[in-house]
């Protein structure tokens, strides 16, 4: 399975501030998928992320809000915009495994908004 | 669209004892199936998974689930849990040809020494 990473693993903002979240993988995948863990919850999908195409959001979910970027097969941002502390969550993006319909997971990104 | 229920919020056990988690989904078709496990402080991890075939799949560390179409059901088990075993366990179910992944609530297993 891909080893992803992210970066940073924790932070804690300002109410008003924006944060992007990187997401690097160790080998080429198609399709990248950002989630969102809030507190004490399951994990809520936010957008999928396909390399050279824009990102597709979940209901609830809105671009102004969680712009993504995946300018190549091993990379993807995401970025939290004008944050309140609602934001407040552990952030996630896992990747599919070739076409098995199998998703890894990277480390989270835990975000604290004040 | 597929929606996952995990029957269990917190689960504690002592060593050697069994282990049964329930996950129920709703969804009209064929579907793929999940368990993940978070330990403390680590991240998602792949626990078991069932696409087809035999209805009983065996994950790593022991664990073992069993799909059930007729109850829609993918119950989570092992038959003898350890202090290790305790994480946050979650199922999540897609349809095939479709990554839109759906999580359970998760169940948090604490297995007292």
């Known amino acids: 399975s891909a080893v992803i990473s992210q970066k940073p693993s924790r932070d804690i903002c300002q109410r008003g501030t924006s944060l992007t979240i990187q997401c690097q993988v160790d080998?080429?995948?198609?399709?990248m998928f950002w989630y969102r863990q809030q507190p004490g919850q399951s994990l809520t999908l936010i957008a999928t992320a396909n390399q050279g195409s824009e990102a597709t959001y979940e209901s609830g979910f809105v671009i102004d809000k969680f712009p993504i970027s995946r300018p190549n097969l091993t990379f993807s941002t995401l970025t939290v915009s004008n944050m309140s502390p609602e934001d407040s969550s552990i952030y996630l993006c896992s990747v599919e495994d070739g076409g098995r319909w199998t998703q890894y997971f990277g480390p989270g990104t835990r975000l604290l908004v004040l | 669209a597929q929606s996952v229920s995990q029957h269990n919020h917190h689960v504690i056990l002592s060593e050697a004892a069994s282990l049964e988690l329930g996950c129920n989904y709703s969804y009209g078709g064929t579907v793929n199936l999940f368990w993940y496990v978070q330990y403390p402080g680590q991240h998602l991890q792949l626990l078991l998974k069932y696409f087809s075939g035999d209805p009983l799949v065996k994950g790593i560390k022991g664990f073992e689930a069993e799909f059930i179409k007729s109850k829609f059901s993918f119950n989570l088990r092992k038959p003898s849990v350890q202090w290790s075993d305790t994480a946050e366990y979650f199922c999540a179910v897609n349809a095939p040809n479709n990554n839109d992944m759906r999580f359970g609530a998760g169940t948090r297993l604490t297995v007292k020494p």
């Open positions: 080998s080429q995948v198609t399709m």
